[in-house]
């Protein structure tokens, strides 16, 4: 299972920009995709969850600004963020918790490489 983040970049101040996320390989379902995100010198933390029944979480300083969504047809999650902030940059990962074809009942935690957010003016 392999998970491909893209739509980082350099934006403005107040400015929008949208990740997607899309898992491919031997996936039976996947239940929680989410994006979390690491600034220099901090712990990584989580930006927000959704459920494959399309419930969310975010975390409080992203309410209102950012929105998740997810396709479950192609298997991709994305996060539209707008009213960026330099304190919104950071590198953004993506995580999965995927139930393999052939696992059983058992599900596994998979991480993308990650897409670097730089808010700037």
């Known amino acids: 299972v392999q998970l491909q983040a893209s739509g980082g970049g350099l934006v403005q101040p107040g400015g929008s920009l949208r990740l997607s996320c899309a898992a491919s390989?031997?996936?039976?379902?996947?239940?929680?995709m989410g994006w979390y995100r690491q600034a220099p010198g901090k712990q990584r933390e989580l930006v927000a969850a959704i459920t494959s029944g399309g419930s969310t979480n975010y975390a409080d300083s992203m309410k209102g600004r950012f929105t998740i969504s997810r396709d479950n047809a192609k298997s991709t999650v994305y996060l539209q963020m707008n009213s960026l902030k330099p304190e919104d940059t950071a590198v953004y990962y993506c995580n999965a918790e995927v139930r393999p074809i052939g696992s059983s009942y058992s599900t596994f935690n998979y991480w993308g490489q990650g897409t670097e957010v730089t808010v700037s003016s």
């Open positions: 390989g031997s996936i039976f379902s996947i239940n929680v």
